[in-house]
């Protein structure tokens, strides 16, 4: 190959290189302002003042800087680098109304300031978002994993041979159609799964009603499949923890000798992809040390993850209505 040849099929390749960046930096800013618009509207249908003083200078509205944190959890950066980008969004800017782009420091003031209230009245406005009729959810999945305070210093630690880490732990319930998480509960000690799944189900139950519940066996306990079926009105599948039992006590966990055969109980898989999606997009580490401020950072978490399910939801089911007509 000559090297006039060779030039143009560098100057070909770079070609379609230019294109291809071009492509994904439109689908990336396509995504941020789908994402920006969505948060809008949640933050809009809550009951939170524009302004929590009349007082207050008004120069940002509490709207926009709620809409700034999640967008802040939903690109997965910390204060100073999110704030940087930010400020060459101009789009993103447009749309907000914002004419300075705040301080890293406000937002973070703001966050702390917040009560959680208004993230829990966010999540439920996420979680109706998906549904337009009272109709039960088919199968609900339910399991606990945690997130890891992540504030101490890693060379501190190997310094003095300690690893702190703690964890918090979180449940959450999942809508195995859909995919869209419809209740959490988090603890700061380490508690037994059977004593989140109690306050779990009605919370639940009480946002979104379901025909069925799943969970493992670590929730084996004919407590929990009578708070199902007693007072939820549903069904419950949770496997024995010892299949070989010879006695098995209760009722209810005397039918769940072969429910690993129903095919309902195949869904509960769903809610460890869900974790496995909170962690590996929106980050497993927490990085406030109060106990209250890593509960809203769970809660941002969740919500940023309804609202990503929510985009692709709707934009898989635009494109195959396109493809239809």
Known sequence: MSTTERSKVQCLLFLIVKSNRKETIKKLASRNIRFIHSAISIVKSTRLNPYSNKFSKKIYSQHQLLVLVLFKDYRNQHYREFVEDVGDMEKIQEILGLSIVPHFTTLQKFFTRIKSVYLRLAFKKTVNMFYTNEQPIPVTAIDSSGFTSGYCSHYFSERTGKIRKHFLKTSISVDTNLQVVTGFLVSKSRVHDTRHARKLLRQCHRLRKSDCYVMDRAYDSNEIHQIIREVLASHSIIPLRCWNAEVIGGNYRQEMVNCSNDPRYRKRQIVETLFSILK????????????????????NKIIVCNIHRFLQFFFVKVFYRAEIF
């Open 280 to 299: 590996r997009k929106f980050g497993s580490d927490l990085k406030a040390r109060r106990f209250l401020m890593q509960m809203k950072e769970i809660t």
